[in-house]
T-cell receptor, first 118, second 114 residues
Framework: GAGVSQSPSNKVTEKGKDVELRCDPISGHTALYWYRQSLGQGLEFLIYFQGNSAPDKSGLPSDRFSAERTGGSVSTLTIQRTQQEDSAVYLC???FGMGGGAETDTQYFGPGTRLTVL | AQSVTQLDSHVSVSEGTPVLLRCNYS??????LFWYVQHPNKGLQLLLK??????LVKGINGFEAEFKKSETSFHLTKPSAHMSDAAEYFCVVSGSSNTGKLIFGQGTTLQVKP
């Protein structure tokens, strides 16, 4: 079946502009995660959504970052007033469940969106 | 807090020789541990996971890892390296007992020489 998809695959923007990154999780997965992969910081957790629960935003680096998940499916990560340090690959993942280590909690990753801020 | 340390940033082996990628973890509870692989310009793929069942975990492509609580280690091994194994490998721990948040190590780049 179809995996996690992300769009765009590449995004180049100018400092100060807003950007939106999209994630389509695997159908039926209730949990959705955003991570960021950058040269200096490695792979970092940003935010996750589980069903209708309030999202865990503990990994968002600043209030310029926000995310929403509409209808329990597609998610959009928005970065306002982009800075050069926001340049990274933004990865989305989804899973059937959340936590506990069960098979349903395996996270499947999308190919990522490479963001470059000039 | 949970954390992982990958002891080598770069490992180089010859094709056909064993692979050992080292990982130590720190966790305040019984963790779930994972190894993911990332090939160039490809997404992250799960190799294997440990979830408090058997301590020796077998994964895809001939990889396996052993959970050693006394050593707080979860090293990844493969008896015989193949050229296609060249990639970056991440050791990962779950963030807590009731969240799917993953905490990644810094990664180990595996080079396989012919």
């Amino acid at each position: 079946g179809a995996g996690v998809s992300q769009s765009p695959s590449n995004k180049v923007t100018e400092k100060g502009k807003d950007v939106e990154l999209r994630c389509d999780p695997i159908s039926g997965h209730t949990a959705l995660y955003w991570y960021r992969q950058s040269l200096g910081q490695g792979l970092e957790f940003l935010i996750y959504f589980q069903g209708n629960s309030a999202p865990d935003k503990s990994g968002l680096p600043s209030d310029r970052f926000s995310a929403e998940r509409t209808g329990g499916s597609v998610s959009t990560l928005t970065i306002q007033r982009t800075q050069q340090e926001d340049s990274a690959v933004y990865l989305c993942a989804s899973s059937f469940g959340m936590g506990g280590g069960a098979e349903t909690d395996t996270q499947y990753f999308g190919p990522g969106t490479r963001l470059t801020v000039l | 807090a949970q954390s992982v340390t990958q002891l080598d940033s770069h490992v180089s082996v010859s094709e056909g020789t064993p692979v050992l990628l080292r990982c130590n973890y720190s966790s305040s509870y019984s963790p779930s541990l994972f190894w993911y692989v990332q090939h160039p310009n490809k997404g992250l793929q799960l190799l294997l996971k440990y979830t408090s069942a058997a301590t020796l975990v077998k994964g895809i492509n001939g990889f396996e890892a052993e959970f050693k609580k006394s050593e707080t280690s979860f090293h990844l091994t493969k008896p015989s390296a193949h050229m296609s194994d060249a990639a970056e490998y991440f050791c990962v721990v779950s963030g807590s007992s009731n969240t799917g948040k993953l905490i990644f190590g810094q990664g180990t780049t595996l080079q396989v020489k012919p």
